[in-house]
């Protein structure tokens, strides 16, 4: 079972649509986390650091639950330029642990 | 401007080879780090460098051996290729550590045939 669970998808969502993604962490001792994107051939790059008590950045907004071990990212009317693999990230003992990603797309 | 850039980026070699990728970061960064994104798009942390010294290296084989010769410049020699070995290598780089965003350079794929 890996450290950091997402459900791979693919989600197929049409554009305006509001989709969400979860992911899951199994080492309580994970100190940080984030969402990174990563489009098809290229880098990681950072979307958004996730806290405690939850944070949006435009048409995106994250959340954490600590007690579950449960990080959501939820991305409001979606644009085709979202479509993406998104990356649940957590810090632990200086490390990143990267999940395997969830794939969108979006179509017109 | 390119803040982290590998070489090669396609990297086609046959097993056994001895290969060697370089990174370079000009983001004037403390900490730098060697990833790898295997066929199933896992990335796994393999080493990471801190002002030249390492920090982490993550039960990769002793074939891989980074070398760090100034806080710009981690570069990733890999003897004696083997199959598994194929996947696409990502520099990364961050201010000093995990605590901040990583950047990561475009990576470089490597196939051993």
């Known amino acids: 079972r890996k450290e950091v669970e997402q459900d791979p998808g693919p989600f197929n969502v049409p554009e305006g649509a509001t989709v969400a993604f979860n992911c899951t962490y199994s080492n309580s001792?994970?100190?940080?986390?984030?969402?990174y994107r990563q489009d098809c051939r290229k880098e990681p790059k950072l979307l958004m650091s996730v806290y405690s008590s939850g944070n949006e950045d435009g048409r995106f907004t994250a959340q954490l639950n600590r007690a579950s071990q449960y990080i959501s990212l939820l991305i409001r009317d979606s644009k085709l330029s979202d479509s993406a693999t998104y990356l649940c990230v957590v810090k632990r003992d200086d490390k990143l642990i990267f999940g395997t990603g969830t794939r969108l797309q979006v179509f017109p | 401007d390119t803040a982290v850039?590998?070489?090669?980026?396609?990297?086609?070699?046959?097993?056994?080879?001895?290969?060697?990728?370089?990174?370079?970061?000009?983001?004037?960064?403390?900490?730098?780090?060697?990833?790898?994104?295997?066929?199933?798009?896992?990335l796994k942390i393999m080493f990471s460098y801190n002002n030249k010294e390492l920090i982490i290296n993550e039960t990769v084989p002793n074939r891989f051996s980074p070398k760090s010769p100034d806080k710009a410049h981690l570069n990733l020699h890999i003897n004696s290729l083997e199959l598994g070995d194929s996947a696409v290598y990502f520099c990364a780089s961050s201010p000093r550590d995990t605590s901040y965003e990583q950047y990561f350079g475009p990576g470089t794929r490597l196939t051993v045939t």
């Not at chain 1, 001792?29 to 969402?35: E, G, L, V, Y």
């Not at chain 2, 070699?13 to 730098?32: A, F």
């Open chain 1, 29 to 35: 001792a994970s100190q940080s986390f984030f969402w």
């Open chain 2, 5 to 42: 850039s590998q070489t090669p980026k396609y990297l086609v070699t046959q097993m056994g080879n001895d290969k060697s990728i370089k990174c370079e970061q000009n983001l004037g960064h403390d900490t730098m780090y060697w990833y790898k994104q295997d066929s199933k798009k896992f």
